[in-house]
């Protein structure tokens, strides 16, 4: 390895996990106890700034261990790099990730290693941003239109976006970018919020969280459905009430129904106004979405979290599935793969309205969404983020919430950076949190490290 | 763990990989140097017959040992259960697999995780066709209809294939099963080899191959394609003059294309007269197979080998996009899943032609076919399994290839089993031979481990 140049020198691997299933926070309809976790990564370099890019996959806990190796098995790919070359393009890391024809064995371009891909391209883009001296999102936004396309991977879409159209577009969105910045900075991006609707919450919580969330500025909330009808009729009726008939209520299955289930609970739900329905069934199924959406109207439909890539969302474009597109920031192949979706949503003229929540969700999408509005859609209508309020504080730069709206970050970087203390405390199995949390099951005979079995 | 009944006592795991790049055995357009390899599982228990089922992922090389890990993570679901109940009812550990919700998080039901679920649930049909003292094929042929839908997952596929109509299939699969009982054991199952045609052969041995495959009895043969079209069209016409008009030729492309160069290279090669092509773009763009089916018919399409599961081939039929669809044993969630997507192809009527070749994956798919012929589709007509002549010596149930059918296996299980010898020397990195591979490289000053990097 030269000396001449700085080169990344490492990438090093936590399983960070935090025992979030405690408190229901983050309970759904397929999902009733999740622990919040990230997979998480840092690339360490030999530059003389000391920068570092992180980067994570958000998991629910069982398996992080699992996300963890599949990031680990891309170090051969990233160490020895040399930095300015790696943050000058980061495509070129993208494209040999997804590119590794071993690898894309395990896929491809889908799951866990897809994920961890994502993570590691996430973690150069950080780099690459705070090396740059700016927030991600205005990175991407003062690019020029033809680097842009040179980071996207047109592979399996160029049947509904063409490099010459995505450029096309991207030129397209300069006029009156700089405007849209200062109105971004000084009003932030709107944003939505689920902590009142976590199907584990009564009652009394989801109708207490709601009219707060009014009083927070939102005027849009999101509530957790699927599991029973008569429970989601209910908890329906009582946010509806909470809230008066001016503020948007999604619902959200899940990914709990058959096509025909989704169809017939969310008419029964109709009379209740809900905007969207999110993740009505499984997001592998674009023609079950294309069903669901003409059989639900005017309620829209939603997905997106779990589509695993540009290819799906595509599809879900190309047979008019889909009403709102959901990004998420660790799902996919990072920035790059998401490049491709916002162009792609773009050429539609289908509007994105990210998933967050999670760990470090929030911190991630919100630069996407900001270059989104400032340098292609140009428009923040019909366009929330999701917000969950928990698990900020773990992260050196967390959200800004005011007023219902994201803040602009204003710190180099991609807001990735977990607090030490925090991977310290909350790493499994042995970080602080987790060893004291074993000593006590150890003392009730429960081992505690597994929540299934026969 | 109570002593009464017999258990699962350990779900072992293997990190097994085959320097198969040495001889380009196995490349194509997309995977120009494999090393096939098998995250494999036994499930030993404490059965007073010693029973062990054992079952494996099959992968290409880098990522093995991510893939083993996924299978380790199952573990806590299946040491302790009974054997007696999970022989009975093998689906109930298949359902426990998929909804885990937390790994469930890691997918859905794709790559890595889903992967690993599917070699667990393989093992576990071999533990319950060995304890059977049968064959898994004859199990499955044998089984009461309404046990084998009880063992399918409909969820997601309501809007194709019901219950009811599954049941339906299955009862008319049962007139003439014991003929055609017969029939396979005296005759076998129609194969066809792609020995001949990797993309890393010279001219030479392509057609030596092809002519020796006819000689041996294929009636079909594939070529890989996709790299340069100027050296397929040459392929293309040595393989069609070494082996006549009588024999088909299927072309596979590894997903190489995007739509429209799918479309213009396969009618390139029209004159040659191919009969499917096989891969022709993503495996996840039901949308562009049905672009490229239309577009050059009448050459068919298949699909399926890295079909991720039920979800998608479901939207495959129902978007006319299949020809041929191409079940595999270890992508998917396993017998269960199989059994799904063969009741989903009988359905609509296209017949399966099973992926094979890998490591033991013709070892595997064979006893699908084989149950679809005795007790489902009733036909072998246009229906073949794929053959490569490779790795086989590592099984201790080697496939039987006899005038170019499949020999049905008689002995119990799966013909999942490795040789302890081989699994010895392959396992990865301390086994024999990587160990003096390493050796050898160590002396060459290249570590060996990996491929790739920058």
């Known amino acids: 390895m030269s000396s001449t140049v700085p080169r990344v020198t490492a990438l090093d691997t936590y399983d960070i996990r935090f025992p979030t299933s405690r408190e229901l926070d983050g309970s759904d309809a397929m999902n009733p106890d999740p622990d919040y976790s990230a997979a998480y990564l840092v690339l360490r370099t030999d530059a003389a700034d000391g920068a570092e890019g992180h980067g994570f996959t958000f998991t629910i806990g069982r398996g992080n261990d699992v996300q963890v190796a599949a990031i680990g098995a891309l170090r051969a790919h990233v160490v020895g790099r040399p930095v300015d070359e790696l943050c000058a393009d980061p495509g070129s890391l993208a494209r040999d990730l997804t590119g590794d024809s071993q690898l894309r064995w395990l896929g491809p371009e889908k799951g866990v290693m897809h ?8 973690a150069a883009w950080d780099l690459a941003a705070k090396r740059a001296g700016l927030p991600l999102w205005q990175l991407l936004a003062d690019a020029e239109p033809e680097w842009l396309v040179s980071q996207v991977d047109f592979r399996y879409i160029t049947d509904a976006l063409t490099p010459e159209n995505a450029l096309r577009l991207l030129r397209r969105g300069r006029a009156g970018a700089a405007e849209r910045t200062e109105r971004l900075l000084a009003r932030g991006y709107p944003g939505y919020t689920t902590s009142p609707g976590w199907l584990g919450y009564p009652d009394e919580k989801l109708t207490r969280l709601a009219r707060q969330a009014v009083a927070d500025g939102f005027t849009q909330i999101k509530l957790k459905v699927g599991a029973d009808l008569h429970d989601d009729i209910r908890r329906m009726r009582a ?25 017939e609970w969310t008419n029964a739900l109709a009379e209740f106004d809900p905007y969207w329905i999110e993740e009505p069934t499984s997001p592998d199924d674009v023609l079950g979405h294309a069903a669901v959406r003409r059989a639900v109207a005017p309620v829209k439909v939603a997905t997106g979290e779990h589509v695993q890539n540009r290819v799906v969302f595509k599809q879900l474009l190309q047979a008019d599935a889909l009403d709102v597109l959901q990004i998420d920031a660790a799902r996919v192949g990072g920035v790059n793969e998401n490049l491709a979706i916002l162009l792609l949503a773009a050429e539609y003229g ?85 060893a004291a949390d074993r000593a006590t099951k150890d003392d009730d005979g429960d081992d505690g490290s597994e929540g299934a079995v026969a």
Do not use: K
């Open 115 to 122: 994920m961890a891909i994502g993570a590691v391209v996430n």
């Open 239 to 263: 946010a509806r009430a909470a809230v008066g008939p001016g503020v948007r209520i999604a619902i959200d299955a899940n990914q709990r129904w058959n096509v025909r289930e989704a169809i």
């Open 350 to 434: 289908v509007p994105v309205c990210p998933h967050a929540g999670g760990v470090g969700l929030c911190e991630l999408v919100q630069h996407l969404s900001m270059f989104d509005y400032v340098a292609l859609s140009g428009t923040t209508e019909d366009r929330v983020i999701e917000y969950v309020g928990h698990l900020h504080e773990h992260f050196t730069e967390p959200v800004h919430i005011r007023d219902g709206h994201y803040g602009a970050p204003l710190a180099p970087g991609f807001s990735a950076t977990m607090r030490p203390e925090s991977i310290a405390r909350y790493s499994y199995p042995d970080g602080e949190f987790w």
